[in-house]
């Protein structure tokens, strides 16, 4: 090989590297990402969050469904907070979300906090991974520095969070693909699913297993006779369908590994809970059985797979914008 043709080659590997350490740095998000433009808005996020939990034990669950339910929707880029306009048909309004997505006041109470620190500094998306964290740690579940540095949709998408975000009355396969569609594998299914340790569920997202499981004449044979008795006084066959049920009869406002326990004891409550545990021949049953036996398995796993949940696909750099409303577009 000649001098020059060596030289070239060298010169392409290293231009191939330098653009990799760019779209590195680009593309991806850090814990640092505001050491110096808003350095405390963790304990910004963490102080409202804790007020709000005064008056509404509900609340931390509520909002770390809502960064749940923006990620799974392209991507963690708060398109879920985005209100109808003339141009935005919102997700708020799509199956998964209606009458169900609860936390938006809260989320606009801690962007104020935010933006009265650092004005214009820090996204929506950031700030509902935020505040999922605070909802775990303030519950008594695992802390961790969350990944920083998306930025804000100019879009939403009601269509996707229509097909996009798992139902719980589907099975255990067709989960498995939502999850893999967004890049999470069924460790990630498992330990996420674990979030379901507090908050509630209204009864029309579990009636069918009460009384004629499909069209069996039975309740679901997988759910304890116990808890079957305590579910049909909470939900009456006639009745509209919106009271509630904790998602964990046991611990329900504590972020901890009972929800594991639970689904070997057949008290799950959602279908999509159980069949984490009564799929038979399921690779989701070993991961059950480790996280209940093992609650810093549990939440050693939890916080990878909140960052892995984190990083589907934000926006950074220049793409998308930082919202000063969460509501709306900046100048709509
Ligand atoms: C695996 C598929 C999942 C399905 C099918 C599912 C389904 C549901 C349903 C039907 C409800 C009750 C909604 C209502 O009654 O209004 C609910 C609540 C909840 N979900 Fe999930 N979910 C899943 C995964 C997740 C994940 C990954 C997280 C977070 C990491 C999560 C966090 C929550 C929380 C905390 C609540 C309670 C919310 C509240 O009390 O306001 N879920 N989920
Ligand atoms: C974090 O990401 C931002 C934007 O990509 C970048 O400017 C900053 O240098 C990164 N910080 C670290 C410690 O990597
Ligand atoms: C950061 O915020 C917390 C909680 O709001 C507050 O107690 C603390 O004094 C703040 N620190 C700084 C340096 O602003
Ligand atoms: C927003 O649009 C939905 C249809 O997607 C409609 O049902 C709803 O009433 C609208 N909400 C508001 C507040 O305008
Ligand atoms: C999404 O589903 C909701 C509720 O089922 C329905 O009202 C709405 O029209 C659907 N939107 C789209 C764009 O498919
Ligand atoms: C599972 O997914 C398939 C293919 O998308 C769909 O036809 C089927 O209705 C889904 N099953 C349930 C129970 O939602
Ligand atoms: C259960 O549902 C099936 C199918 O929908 C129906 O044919 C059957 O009559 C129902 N059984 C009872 C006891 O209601
Ligand atoms: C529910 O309503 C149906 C029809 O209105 C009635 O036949 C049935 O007895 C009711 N069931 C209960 C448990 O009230
Ligand atoms: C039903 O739940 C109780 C705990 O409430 C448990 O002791 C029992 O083993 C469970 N039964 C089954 C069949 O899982
Ligand atoms: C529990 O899990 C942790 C983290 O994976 C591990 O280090 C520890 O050894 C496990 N404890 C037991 C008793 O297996």
Redesign the pocket.
């Known amino acids: 090989m000649s001098y020059s043709s060596t030289s070239a080659s060298f010169m392409s590997v290293t231009v191939i590297l330098v653009a990799m350490m760019l779209h590195r740095s680009n593309g991806q998000l850090n814990a640092t990402f505001y050491a110096n433009t808003c350095p405390n808005v963790s304990s910004i996020v963490s102080s409202v969050v804790q007020q709000a939990l005064q008056s509404d034990s509900r609340i931390g669950a509520s909002l770390i469904r809502l960064h749940f339910h923006d990620c799974f929707v392209n991507g963690c880029d708060a398109s879920l907070l985005l209100d109808n306009s003339s141009s935005i ?1 919102s997700e708020k ?3 998964p979300n ?1 009458n169900s997505a609860r936390g938006f006041n809260v989320v606009d109470n801690i962007k104020a906090a935010v933006e009265n620190s650092c004005p214009g500094v820090v996204s929506c998306a950031d700030v509902l991974a935020l505040a999922a964290e605070s909802s775990v740690s303030l519950s008594g579940g695992p802390s961790w520095n969350v990944l920083l540095g998306r930025r804000d949709s100019l879009t939403a998408n ?2 996707g ?2 097909t996009s975000i798992p139902s719980p009355f589907e099975g255990l396969s067709n989960i498995t693909a939502k999850f893999s569609a967004v890049g999470l594998n069924t460790n990630d299914l498992v330990a996420l699913s674990g979030a379901h340790t507090f908050g509630r569920a209204q009864c029309r997202t579990f009636s069918n297993r009460l009384n004629n499981f499909s069209g069996t004449g039975n309740p679901d044979p997988t759910l304890n006779s116990t808890y079957l008795t305590t579910l049909q006084q909470i939900c009456p066959q006639n009745g509209s369908g919106t009271a509630l049920a904790n998602l964990d009869p046991t611990t329900s406002d504590a972020f901890d590994n009972n929800y594991f326990t639970n689904l070997q004891n057949n008290q799950g409550l959602l279908q999509s809970d159980q069949e984490l545990f009564s799929t038979t021949g399921a690779a989701t049953i070993s991961i059950v059985n480790a996280f209940s036996s093992n609650q810093t398995a549990f939440f050693q796993s939890f916080v990878q797979s909140m960052i892995n949940m984190g990083n589907i696909s934000p926006l950074t750099g220049s793409s998308g914008e930082i919202r000063s409303d969460c509501k709306k577009v900046n100048g709509s």
Do not use: E, I, K, M
Request: glycine residues 12%; hydrophobic residues 55%; charged residues 0%.
């Open positions: 048909l309004f799509s199956g209606v009601q269509a969070a229509n």
